[in-house]
């Protein structure tokens, strides 16, 4: 049965969907200022991996994401670029959306904007002051935390200590305006020359936390299966979601809260952000590395745990990945020479390397023993790539098997044409040289392959060949 960790409860718990066969999941997005970083894609990649093994399960899969396109950090990076803040938005979504499909994330169900949703936005703030979960003041409207008897259930804290992580985020100014520190913004008063929306408190514009409680309950419903982010969102984001949320609908707002864990830089592991400065772009980084290797690397970590980036652990991941590309490659080659039919010894090995795998995934997802059936999968790729005689059916078998776990984790090989016209004349005329022990000859076309991309492998069944 698939488990998934329950943030909320602190334990893994069987997955029940509200509708049988149907995922219905929100996770929070970026907030579009600048390139994703990879700490930012790590979410992304994370969630997208969930999503797919989801899929791989049979589940028909709603995944809505947003985009957190009004914000101090939008409206400050736009006064510095001089231009206007939902253009600045329009640039970085646009990013965000060549560099995600670059490293293999799906695009999801539906991706709203905080700006497309004040309508909704404003009627929700509105019953929360009608229920007495809100107030105005000066323009500002806050939601009274104390009086939502559960706050604080997510992050596992008592209210008192929220309070006082509370009063470090706040100047004088809004605390005096608040009933309670703890107290948070719905709505913000606009500032001179600040983008902004017209209200029954006056012009101003959403708090983040309103954004998503809104986009959520009006894309998937009151109820949703699943709400999924990074660690550093359960207090105070998703706590307040909560708050807010559950206040207006009176019913619960996700079943299953899961977080991923943060990627980690340096010797000290020091966690990967925009505020400390210490990021790296994806827009930067597959400038560099191909991206099908970062989109392995940040994959092949089970997603509640931390990724350490660094060189090394780059390189292992692509080699990791050319150990994969060449058994199918190798696999895919002795096609030509199969002889049609079945092996019911290799679908017996497939029916039993299915199981292991889907045991080990449906453990809240953990792709590192996920992987594992991987590589014993590989191993017998390449053992049955040199064997003597070999089944079409077998063959094919396994390379779809491959082809279905790899797609789990986002990963995709280039589908090329084995052997071209051209590649395929050199190799015969170097068979041909070595016949006539024109080792010179041999050599030269061995050579100009090589200088092309083409990498020879002589075997007892012939000469196989794979691109660099």
């Known amino acids: 049965m698939l488990q998934v960790y329950n943030t909320l409860t602190r334990q893994k718990e ?7 066969g149907e995922v219905h999941m929100y996770v929070c997005g970026p907030t579009v200022y600048n ?8 979410s992304a990649i994370a969630f997208d991996t969930i999503r797919r093994y989801f899929e791989y399960r049979g589940y028909d899969v709603t995944y809505v994401s947003n985009f957190t396109d009004v914000d101090d950090k939008i409206i400050k990076a736009a006064n510095e670029n001089h231009e206007e803040p939902l253009e600045l938005a329009d640039r970085f979504i646009d990013a965000f959306m060549e560099d995600t499909k670059a490293i293999g994330i799906q695009k999801a169900t539906v991706n709203p904007r905080a700006s497309q949703m004040i309508p909704e936005i ?10 007495g979960y809100a107030y105005a003041v000066d323009g500002d409207v806050y939601y ?4 939502f008897p559960d706050y604080g259930e997510l992050s596992h804290q008592n209210i008192d200590e929220l309070e006082q992580g509370a009063s470090q985020h706040i100047n004088d100014e809004e605390t005096q305006r608040k009933e309670d520190p703890i107290d948070f913004a719905l709505w913000k008063a606009a500032k001179p020359g600040e983008i902004s929306w017209d209200s029954p408190w006056g012009a101003g514009r959403p708090g983040w936390h309103i954004e998503c409680s809104v986009m959520s309950t009006t894309l998937l419903g009151n109820t949703i299966d699943i709400h999924g982010g990074g660690q550093d969102l359960e207090f105070p984001h998703h706590e307040n979601e909560i708050a807010q949320s559950e206040a207006k609908t009176g019913q619960k707002f996700a079943n299953y809260w899961m977080h991923n864990g943060f990627v980690t830089i340096g010797d000290d592991d020091q966690k990967m952000s925009k505020s400390l400065g210490n990021f790296i772009t994806v827009h930067d980084i597959i400038k560099t590395v191909d991206p099908m290797t970062l989109r ?3 994959a092949s970590t089970q997603y509640r745990k931390p990724i350490r980036y660094s060189e090394a652990n780059l390189k292992d991941a692509e080699n990791n990945l050319n150990r994969l590309k060449i058994a199918r490659d190798n696999l895919s080659y002795r096609l030509s020479q199969a002889t049609a039919g079945a092996d019911a010894a290799i679908d017996q090995q497939l029916d039993e390397l299915e199981t292991r795998f889907v045991t080990e995934m449906d453990d809240d997802i953990n792709v590192q023993n996920g992987l594992s059936v991987l590589y014993d999968l590989t191993k017998l790729m390449n053992e049955y790539a040199n064997a003597e005689t070999v089944k079409t059916d077998a063959i094919t078998a396994m390379l779809d098997k491959q082809a279905a776990w790899l797609q789990i984790f986002g990963i995709q090989f280039d589908v090329q044409q084995l052997l ?3 590649v395929e004349d050199l190799i015969r005329q170097r068979d041909e040289a070595r016949a006539n022990k024109d080792f010179a000859m041999s050599d030269q076309i061995r050579d100009q392959l090589a200088n092309q991309g083409i990498i020879l492998e002589d075997t007892a069944n ?4 794979r691109r660099a």
């Open 14 to 20: 069987p997955f029940k969907p509200l509708v049988p």
């Open 35 to 42: 390139y994703i970083h990879i700490g930012n894609a790590r």
């Open 144 to 147: 009274r935390a104390r009086k």
């Open 420 to 422: 071209d016209s051209d």
């Open 296 to 298: 392995f690397f940040m």
């Open 122 to 131: 404003l009627d929700f703030v509105s019953d929360l002051i009608a229920k």
């Open 462 to 465: 012939g000469t196989r060949w």
